[in-house]
């Protein structure tokens, strides 16, 4: 079974940081372009940051400086670095492929809940 399973979320205070990670898990190959979108509540899911599967890196403008996106090839896996967290990163954040394997990878995971609060 291919499902998306992201974790490492949590609550934190401003400025703190947090680390998530996403596992591609059951893929038929190694992932490639992939990517971490965000959903705060009554807001629209968007993008905060891509990679390819070269190791290119993008970001939205919102964390640029404060995110860093990494991947781990071996392990299928796709990490988020968050660092000095403020409140409005309150979302709860999802991966998802973005070339060819996101028609394998058709649904989203379950998303992992980040709280910034103090």
């Known amino acids: 079974q291919v499902q998306l399973v992201e974790s490492g979320g949590g609550l934190v205070q401003p400025g703190g940081s947090l680390r998530l990670s996403c596992v591609a898990s059951?893929?038929?190959?190694?992932?490639?372009?992939m990517a971490w979108y965000r959903q705060a509540p009554g807001k629209q899911r968007e993008l905060v940051a891509r990679?390819?599967?070269?190791?290119?890196?993008d970001y939205a403008d919102s964390v640029k400086g404060r995110f860093t996106i990494s991947r781990d090839n071996a392990k299928n896996t796709v990490y988020l670095q968050m660092d000095n967290l403020k409140p409005e990163d309150t979302a709860d954040y999802y991966c998802?492929?973005?070339?060819?394997?996101?028609?394998?990878?058709?649904?989203w995971g379950q998303g992992t809940q980040v709280t910034v609060s103090s």
């Open positions: 990679i390819t599967g070269g190791g290119v890196t």
């Open positions: 059951g893929s038929p190959v190694s992932i490639g372009d």
């Open positions: 998802k492929p973005t070339d060819g394997l996101a028609l394998v990878f058709r649904s």
